[in-house]
């Protein structure tokens, strides 16, 4: 069974940085996509950034030039790199894989806290 566990979150003031790990256990097969989303209390999840099995980024425009999306070579970690980080970031993190059998796998979600 395949469990996909995020880490990383935390509590930092604004400015500071942040990197969320997103590790997979047990084998997807033929994953398409790696995404990272975010959501807040009472606000529908939004995808944050996507990366491709060829390895072409994506980014929410809110997130441009501070956030970066990076894989390991096997496909079993995803990584968020947060610089810059601001208080409206501070929402619940999400990582999602996706095969090309129309299959997607959820983590638990960690917490990002920027506040002073």
């Known amino acids: 069974q395949v469990q996909l566990v995020e880490s990383g979150g935390g509590l930092v003031q604004p400015g500071g940085s942040l990197r969320l790990s997103c590790v997979a256990s047990?084998?997807?097969?033929?994953?398409?996509?790696m995404s990272w989303y975010r959501q807040g209390p009472g606000k529908e999840r939004e995808l944050v950034a996507t990366i491709t099995s060829g390895g072409r980024t994506n980014y929410a425009d809110s997130v441009k030039g501070r956030f970066t999306i990076s894989r390991d070579s096997a496909k079993t970690t995803l990584y968020l790199q947060m610089n810059s980080l601001k208080p409206e970031d501070t929402r619940v993190y999400y990582c999602?894989?996706?095969?090309?059998?129309?299959?997607?796998?959820w983590g638990q979600g960690t917490q990002v806290t920027v506040s002073s």
């Open positions: 047990g084998r997807i097969l033929s994953i398409n996509g």
């Open positions: 999602s894989f996706s095969n090309i059998y129309g299959a997607n796998y």
